[in-house]
């Protein structure tokens, strides 16, 4: 099983952290930082896979969402782990779903520059991964950036925020 720890920093404050836990069954995302010091956002999503496939979603305590009669070039916008490996020399195009309910977002761009691969939809970037080999070490949210780290509490170090799951 492959388990990845990141910070979750805004304007270079750590603000809180991203969980990531997959294998070839399943992948389970958790994310929490703080939006101001009262108020806390907390991102909970979930895929069952089989053979690369997404067959189901689920978003938070929500209901499974099946995914299985989809086309295989389609993925929810959760399942970026997968699909950042497919991507060499050559751009990986692929119709990117919502995690809330599976309904579909746009065709999807990712594609190399350097050492980062460039998510794009209808010529505007939406995230940006510096990759390691198949590993994301950097993710530009658009403003949020996310930095790999060797533990849950290297990851939560200085956001105010314990580690939970």
């Not at 108020?39 to 979603?57: H, I, P, Q, W």
């Not at 939809?121 to 198949?134: I, L, W």
Request: with cysteine; glycine share 10%.
């Amino acid at each position: 099983m492959n388990q990845y720890f990141y910070n979750f920093t805004i304007d270079g404050d750590n603000r809180g952290y991203s969980y990531l836990r997959f294998d070839d069954k399943t992948l389970y995302s958790f994310t929490r930082f703080l939006i101001t010091e009262d108020e806390t956002y907390t991102n909970v999503f979930s895929l069952k896979l089989e053979g690369g496939r997404v067959l189901a979603c689920k978003h938070g305590d929500g209901d499974w969402v099946d995914l299985g009669d989809q086309p295989p070039d389609h993925y929810p916008a959760c399942a970026y782990p997968l699909l950042l490996p497919r991507v060499t020399s050559t751009p990986y195009t692929y119709v990117q779903l919502s995690c809330d309910d599976g309904s579909t977002i746009g065709k999807t761009l990712l594609s190399r520059e350097g050492a980062d691969i460039v998510e794009s939809r209808d010529g505007k970037e939406y995230r940006r991964f510096t990759m390691h080999g198949d590993v994301p070490v950097r993710i530009d949210w658009r403003g949020a950036v996310s930095h790999l780290c060797a533990n849950a509490d290297e990851a939560v170090a200085g956001s105010g925020l314990d580690f939970l799951i």
